[in-house]
């Protein structure tokens, strides 16, 4: 909080969370027809009204949810909360929502951050929360193909347990990693931290069953296919519009044994950025590979406390590094002498590049640390700070110009008397061809408009973003970024979806207001 | 031929193709004012109504074609061959057919094995061939970024050379290289040889720029990105039926300067497979890994003359080999010491299979003949031989199961007293949960019924695949494979095909009768 006071001029005060109970939860809406047909489906005690229930699945995780949940705003609350069994529940329940015109929220860890869960109604009489948490169980595993399937609500920690007694892993570690669940990842294009290892959530989707209003689809035959458009890629990334997710199939790979996460810095952005170019087109990256720029890598070193910041910084200037850019690099096998090989072949690629290792214990700390995000956000929250992330994409020779650009625009938007607003960078996912940029903003909050200011402040990141990359990454579109989608598809891109979810879902009952 | 004639009982006769000049060309039913308005597009001499530009292009390059250009059932004439100068006279020439109600077929290099560029009119009063030979430029290169922008009508070996200057490769090397073009790639979601070190050709899209009745559509601003489903992925395998591909923006590598290619013999397909697979879930596949049946090694041995193949069987033999099944592994990189590191690693997961070492000599002459596939079927053809490809995928657990029951169904349909087929079959195309088998066909021709012969062959073997994989691993759906496209994705995913399709293109004018 001192590093925080300093850098942007906050004046701290105390802006505790409400408790739920003093939240004014509106009746529900569920006309009795379909609240009979739907407690027919689930049973009784699967169908939940409680304002409390309903509450718990208003909304997601973004910076304006957790305002909304701080009494900033209007909270959209679901009008019940259904918990099917099993995939034919959610068959059937999809089908009896269509059919009394009830809207549908395909809720899972509930870890958006871009308004993909809210409880919007549309065009319907009322909106239901499916959530998916009984849907937990391992399917079954194919040890020789490396398949795994999993029904969708499987939490990813609960999935990496049940493939430990098969010494599997999935490999997905996303920040949401704790909380979310297999069919989130599909239904959002996720990527983890280790996606340049591991793949993106989409490169390991070999299957998948979905529950629409016409029917169940099941894709998902072999590894790859030229029998026309990958269809599982327009199922990844539907976001629950064209319908729910049931059960994925996944690949999977031995879980590893050996772990070696390390600490570099690197002396400023453009070699830190050019190197990471090198592994990823040499095809040498670190399982784990993560670039912050100055002000993250400040921000890290502040906040991280007991390290001697001063020290390290003179030590660091000492071996010629000026603008310290903190590297992390991790790698993870099922034996040493692969992680040794690997890793060898990452530092080799990295020779032409002033780097200072710090070692492993800052590699560790990081991975440690690495899913502790949106709780520091929480806390943060707690004492009068706007803190909220954003992040996109783009090609090599654009990755500069797309990072000044969104910087300036933050800056500019939440730059205020007094005050700076901290716009701090890192690049997790890199490609042969280009790379993610993840933005973490920290500013002191509006006290009469906070959710205007981020909603300005994150209307500028959008138009800065568009000229250069992809409006977003690895978050997913939902509500908050709806308005920028056509713009980076094009209008015959918006019909496109608009077609296939009136193919799928004519009477518009799924998760209304997301993606199209 | 003595080896054919042994083994399936083969009575040659001359069959050679027939001159063209002696097929009755129909007159060209294109409308005047569609004739008029699309002159006026591309000018007169781009517009071509002569009855041998018109039989040129006048269906691709599979078996049934081959037929009927011997004067075998009947030929698919389209009433016209438009030459567009470049990307926005295609975008004219869509529009203009949309209006006339003239089907438009895509042709690139004219490679389509299964009907992907017969002349079909569907309910269109006329057809023409859209032949993209004049979009024949490189665009653009970001080196930075390694990413190249083609025109769609560029064949594979001179984007090549276009990318020599720049030292950059594309590496995709199908068998049909020397004719294919990117556009065509990109529409039959293709997949080379080497596709293991460079992937398949929808990997290496990052953009793609679509000429549709509606006007133009471009798709790709990052490597990576969760703004909804991945729509290229809808437009690689389209078929040419949602728009004409004008151009594609690709990932490219360094151009490799160093080549080992080698020959290894493995003892059994069992053997051979489980091999294959162990790499594969390694990831430590050579750029080019090829694993041949003891049917194709037999073939492969027999039909390279110069071997002493009996004195080779004896050694192998006496190595322990009792049923030879040929690996061919290529490694291509920049520097002898990146192929040297990565073929060790490759024959470092083979330690535990029982294997012969053939040399270089073996991987390079498959190097060397491995597009001449074509040309040996067009000479077996002049003979009165049966020859034909098929291929499929699907996962390592049911790769044995497929393998034997499109065998078992190729060779009861096709077996008649005396004489026997010859079924080969190799993996070319291996991912860490499955790999792809590729056919060879080989019978005496049927005198009477040619085509019936194929064709019942052909349904055997689709319906045999049906339970345990994909209809096409890489030749795409055309006319041939789109009877059994259904089974595949389902009726949910024809009626989305047809969704797209309709939002695309609402007057059916692009490529009838393929895909939907």
């Known amino acids: 909080m001192r590093w925080l006071r300093t850098r942007t001029g906050l004046v701290e005060r105390s802006t505790p969370v ?19 047909a739907l407690t027919a489906i689930v049973g009784e005690q699967h169908l939940l009204l409680d304002p409390a229930e309903r509450l718990a699945r208003a909304g997601g995780l973004s910076y304006l949810d957790l305002l909304r949940h701080r009494g900033s705003g209007e ?28 809207g549908i929220v395909p809720f899972g860890g509930g870890t958006s951050v871009v308004g993909g869960v809210t409880a919007l109604r549309g065009g319907c009489a009322a909106v239901v ?34 493939l430990l007694p098969h010494e599997l892993t999935i490999g997905h570690v996303p920040q949401s990693f704790e909380r979310a669940t297999l069919g989130g990842f599909a239904a959002t294009r996720s990527s983890g931290q280790a996606s340049a290892g ?59 044994s050996v ?31 993560r670039l912050s720029d100055p002000t993250e890598t400040e921000m890290a070193l502040s906040l991280s406390g007991g390290w001697k910041t001063a020290a390290l910084r003179r030590y660091l200037r000492l071996r010629g590094i000026g603008e310290p850019c903190l590297l992390i690099l991790g790698w993870e096998d099922t034996a040493t002498d692969a992680v040794r090989a690997r890793r060898a072949a990452t530092l080799r690629a990295l020779r032409g590049v002033r780097t200072v290792g710090l070692g492993r214990s800052v590699g560790e700390k990081w991975r440690a640390g690495r899913f502790s995000g949106p709780r520091q956000r929480d806390a943060l929250m707690d004492q009068g700070v706007c803190v909220e992330t ?61 959710i205007g200011q981020w909603s300005a402040a994150k209307a500028a990141a959008c138009a800065a973003i568009r000229p250069f990359g992809t409006i977003t990454h690895h978050h997913a579109v939902g509500v908050d970024h709806a308005p920028y989608l056509g713009a980076e598809i094009g209008p015959l891109g918006v019909d496109v979806l608009r077609a296939v979810k009136e193919a799928l879902d004519p009477n518009w009952v799924l998760n209304p207001g997301k993606l199209v």
Chains 1, 2 share one sequence.
Do not use: K
């Open 18 to 36: 409400a408790p739920g109970s003093t939240f004014p939860v509106p009746e529900s809406a569920l006309p009795e027809p379909a609240h009979a």
């Open 75 to 102: 909270l959209a609350v679901p009008d019940a909360v259904l918990l099917p069994a099993d995939p034919d529940q959610v068959q059937r329940v999809v089908e009896c929502c269509a059919e009394h015109g009830v």
């Open 129 to 162: 929360a499916l959530d998916l948490v009984r849907l937990n169980r391992l399917v079954s595993v194919d040890p020789v193909s490396r398949l795994a399937t999993f029904q969708a609500g499987v939490v990813a920690p609960e999935a990496e347990r049940l």
């Open 198 to 256: 591991y793949g993106r959530f989409e490169d390991m989707i070999e299957g998948v069953r979905l529950a629409t209003p016409r029917g169940e689809w099941r894709l998902g035959v072999a590894p790859a296919s030229a029998a026309g458009p990958d269809l599982r890629q327009l199922v990844v990334g539907s976001e629950g519009t064209f319908g729910v997710i049931t059960e994925v199939t996944l690949r999977v790979r031995p879980r590893p």
């Open 259 to 289: 772990r070696r996460y390390e600490g570099f810095v690197v002396d400023g952005w453009a070699a830190g950025a050019a190197a990471v170019r090198a592994l990823a087109q040499a095809r040498v990256l670190a399982d784990v590979t």
């Open 390 to 450: 954003l992040e996109t994409a783009t090609y090599w020779s654009s990755l500069d110009l797309l990072r000044d650009a969104v910087r300036e625009a933050l800056t500019s938007s939440l730059e205020v008397a007094g005050q700076v607003p901290v716009v701090a960078c890192h690049i997790s996912h890199a490609y042969e061809t280009g790379a993610s940029l993840y933005f973490t903003v920290i500013a002191p909050r509006s006290d009469e408009d906070p």
